[in-house]
């Protein structure tokens, strides 16, 4: 009997709302641990992605992943990775607002079903869309938002991180030791109890 989160993925994987269907390979629905404490939304899926029908499987996945190991000590299985949009844009451009808004019920329903504890959004566009905000990602990242009865905390995109260097780089650190003391904070078994939630954010200026 598949999952209520299956049966979505089933139907996203045929949706035709928006004209990036016509050139995809195939659907990146998500990937992870159906009832993860913590959330990761993107903003949509690169070439490599497309090929394989999972999300950040790339250069940016690697670097998501070695973040997640490195301050949150856990792996991808522990948590569950969306996208704001499900279909490659051409080229990698950013989504546009008509395909945001198509495949957005997507996402809700996704955030709905796994009920997370904590959600990191990755780029601007991910930000901005949950928080309903025009305001830059340099400017939204380094604070925590309600969000649902979560806990939402945006960072930047690794892509981002890869191009700039160290700063931004310390900075996505910054905010993965955020996400820990949520996780904390809220009781997930996702982290070590014994992680002191108050324990302090490091430097933003040394990757």
């Not at 994987?13 to 939304?41: E, H, K, N, W």
């Not at 704001?84 to 955030?111: G, S």
């Amino acid at each position: 009997m598949p999952t209520a989160l299956e049966e979505l993925a089933t139907v996203a994987s045929t949706c035709t709302r928006c004209p990036l269907a016509a050139g995809r390979t195939q659907v990146v629905f998500g990937m992870g641990d159906p009832y993860a404490d913590l959330v990761f939304i993107g903003e949509g899926p690169g070439a490599e992605e497309d090929r394989q029908g999972l999300p950040f499987v790339g250069r940016s996945g690697k670097l998501l992943d070695k973040l997640m190991l490195e301050e949150l000590g856990i792996t991808r299985e522990r948590v569950y990775i969306a996208n704001v949009v499900k279909c490659r844009p051409p080229d990698n451009r950013d989504p546009r607002p008509e395909e945001i808004t198509a495949c957005r019920p997507y996402l809700e329903q996704q955030l709905d079903l796994i009920a997370p504890k904590v959600l990191v959004t990755l780029g601007k566009f991910a930000g901005q869309l949950l928080l309903d905000s025009t305001v830059g990602i340099t400017k939204l990242r380094g604070h925590d938002y309600p969000y649902r009865g979560a806990v939402l905390i945006p960072t930047l995109h690794p892509a981002y991180a890869l191009r700039g260097g160290g700063e931004p780089l310390a900075q996505m650190r910054a905010d993965f030791v955020r996400a820990k003391r949520a996780l904390v904070a809220a009781g997930s078994p996702t982290i070590d109890p014994s992680i002191d939630p108050t324990v302090e954010i490091p430097s933003e200026r040394n990757a």
